[in-house]
């Protein structure tokens, strides 16, 4: 229970445990905080035990309730799971069980890990050896860990892209997502690789590949203190959650595909694709950050669906007395689902009859609940206040919802919504390109430390990413920052540019319009009167360098998927000013991360 204490900041919408004793489970779980698992313990006296497995949840599938939080157990009563991550054809393996005769009690994706873990051991594996075999049926990301009644002193485990550490104690061993479980009795670690399976015993840790042959692992010692283990090693959480993107926008782009190559989009049911097909207009309401994604969204979405689309900041929207009506969708952006500005906007667009689609980062919140259909993203917990993962698994849900609308209004073959998406599947390890260069954009952090005011220039999806950048700065180093359209500049702004004033320029890559010549006429205007040009450009982009003070690469992508790299060194860029500055960089003054107050 103190190492489900020590991560609950990863996911508090349910916790569990299993403990095996005189050869039978006892489990006990309960939705929401720990706090009410800890009631149940108190009222329930479970018979002690050394060998138990336990969960606090971050619901992706299935609502944040007691019959869908782990452990999950087989129906035999003989194993007991938790799982880390999105088993991705857990649809499939729940019919195919479901056929079998199998009967689920919740709506999980991990359910269906118990069954198939009963039904080996039924055939005399033990539990490494139907551990083996299961993985080798599961496709996603995961970490498993299961405790079979029948198998004293023992806890299996297995990873596949989600996180799994091995504590090597005295005469105990553990297993957890993260070191913070068990720091307090062993810093002696054992790392995990992608596709191993671990068994511990209270003296053994046998670690194996999936395909069964002996693994090769390194022991080491953590030298964090538990407040630096919450985040990981980072100094900050949002320091964590910016080198986190590349697994969440993974992670949110995972399992978007249905047997026939179709976008598939978490809970849609609640808008039929006659629905969909009928819309005439699109109307985006959120607030912050999520406004700056709608924005982003608002240029593909247009582009791929031909479909109008406005983008409204929540709190304006009501009280103009907007133009809404049945054929209008209302797709609202929340990472936590709880904004009041937001929910009163998409109450009043309901009220007029518009159909309503949530982006949300938290599984069961007010929002998703008041809305006809959700897609989630997998985000995790984001405990900064400054959104960065929020922000970044925002855009990649937009671009699903628009490819997803031309894919069912027929305005794009699926061959083009195949490259479409196959290009954002690679855009997770483009952002670890942009995180691996971090140390350039800190240095600049470092040398800006005494500037005061700061411009972000942008063009199409571009501006939206400048605004973005402007907000970062403002929240957490609490310097003057503005985000404009480039081209706006000439129209009065230009008259603000000082002799060394940092600004920042994102500049689209070459393409066929004269979108990028334009921005680059723009970064000479503002040099021509003595600013300090920042510029991010697409590798190799040698005539922009020539304009640039100060130069950071960008990877190639197309144009509208940009902003999921160029955000990412304005994030940097802002976090480490702030540390500079000695500022408290997850919770900035007079913030808040979730504003439920209009
Ligand atoms: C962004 O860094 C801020 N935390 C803030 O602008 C945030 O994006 C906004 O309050 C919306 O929050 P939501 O996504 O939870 O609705």
Redesign the pocket.
């Known amino acids: 229970m103190a190492g489900l204490r020590r991560m609950e900041y990863r996911g508090y919408d349910s916790a569990g445990i299993a403990i095996v004793a005189a050869g039978r489970l006892a489990v006990a779980k309960k939705a929401g905080k720990l706090a009410n698992l800890e009631a149940e313990l108190d009222d329930r006296h479970l018979p002690t035990s050394h060998q138990g497995i336990g969960h606090t949840r971050w619901a992706t599938h299935g609502a944040p309730n007691d019959t869908n939080a782990h452990p999950h157990v087989s129906a035999d009563g003989r194993v007991a799971v938790v799982h880390n991550g999105i088993i991705e054809n857990y649809s499939q393996l729940r019919a195919e069980l479901g056929e079998a005769g199998a009967e689920f009690m919740s709506e999980t994706d991990t359910e269906v890990a118990a069954h198939l873990l009963a039904r080996e051991l039924a055939g005399n594996h033990d539990l490494l050896g139907a551990m083996r075999a299961v993985v080798g049926r599961l496709q996603g990301a995961f970490t498993l860990v299961a405790v079979d009644a029948e198998a004293t002193d023992q806890v299996v485990a297995a990873r596949r892209n989600s996180p799994l550490v091995v504590g090597v104690g005295d005469g105990e061993n553990f297993v957890a997502s993260d070191v913070l479980a068990f720091i307090e009795h062993t810093r002696e670690v054992v790392e995990l690789g992608q596709d191993q399976v671990v068994r511990i015993s209270p003296s053994e840790i046998t670690v194996v590949g999936f395909d069964g042959q002996p693994a090769e692992v390194q022991r080491y010692q953590v030298d964090w203190d538990t407040s630096a283990a919450e985040k990981g090693g980072f100094d900050w959480f949002m320091r964590k959650e910016i080198f986190e993107q590349p697994k969440a926008v993974a992670d949110t782009l995972l399992g978007r595909y249905n047997d026939h190559g179709e976008l598939v989009l978490d809970e849609m049911r609640g808008i039929s694709q006659e629905d969909l097909r009928r819309v005439n207009k699109i109307v985006i309401v959120?607030?912050?950050?999520?406004?700056y994604a709608g924005m982003v969204a608002k240029y593909a979405i247009e582009h791929w669906t031909r479909v109008p689309c406005e983008v409204e900041v929540a709190s304006e929207f009501r009280y103009r007395d907007p133009i809404v009506d049945p054929q209008t969708l209302c797709v609202t952006?929340?990472?936590?689902?709880?904004?009041a500005d937001?929910l009163m906007a998409i109450r009043h667009a309901r009220i007029q009859g518009a159909k309503v689609i949530a982006i949300c980062n938290t599984n069961g919140a007010t929002i998703p609940r008041e809305s006809d259909a959700v897609i989630y993203t997998h985000a995790g917990p984001e405990i900064g206040?400054?959104?960065?993962k929020?922000?970044l698994t925002?855009l990649a849900a937009c671009y699903l919802l628009g490819l997803y609308l031309a894919q069912v209004r027929g305005m794009k073959y699926s061959d083009e919504i195949r490259l479409i998406t196959t290009e954002l599947a690679g855009t997770p390890e483009l952002i670890q390109r942009m995180l691996d260069d971090a140390d350039r954009v800190y240095q600049l952090a470092h040398e800006l430390a005494d500037q005061n005011d700061f411009i972000f220039l942008g063009r199409h999806v571009g501006f939206p990413v400048a605004l973005e950048g402007a907000?970062?700065l403002k929240?957490i180093a609490y310097q003057h920052a503005e985000g404009f359209a480039a081209g706006e500049l000439k129209h009065g702004p230009i008259a603000i540019i000082e002799p060394g004033m940092p600004v920042f320029v994102i500049v689209p890559p070459a393409g066929r319009d004269q979108l990028r010549d334009k921005v680059i006429s723009n970064i000479q205007e503002v040099r021509a009167r003595g600013a300090r040009t920042i510029v991010l450009a697409e590798e190799g982009d040698a005539q922009v360098a020539s304009y640039a003070d100060e130069l950071i690469w960008l990877p190639h992508v197309s144009t509208l998927l940009q902003p999921l790299l160029s955000s990412v060194p304005l994030q940097l860029f802002a976090c480490e000013l702030a540390t500079v500055l000695g500022h408290d960089v997850d919770q900035p003054r007079n913030?808040a991360?979730?504003?439920t107050v209009e």
């Open positions: 959120a607030c912050g950050s999520a406004y952006i929340s990472q936590s689902g709880e904004t937001t206040v400054a959104s960065t929020g922000f925002q907000l970062k929240e913030l991360k979730s504003v």
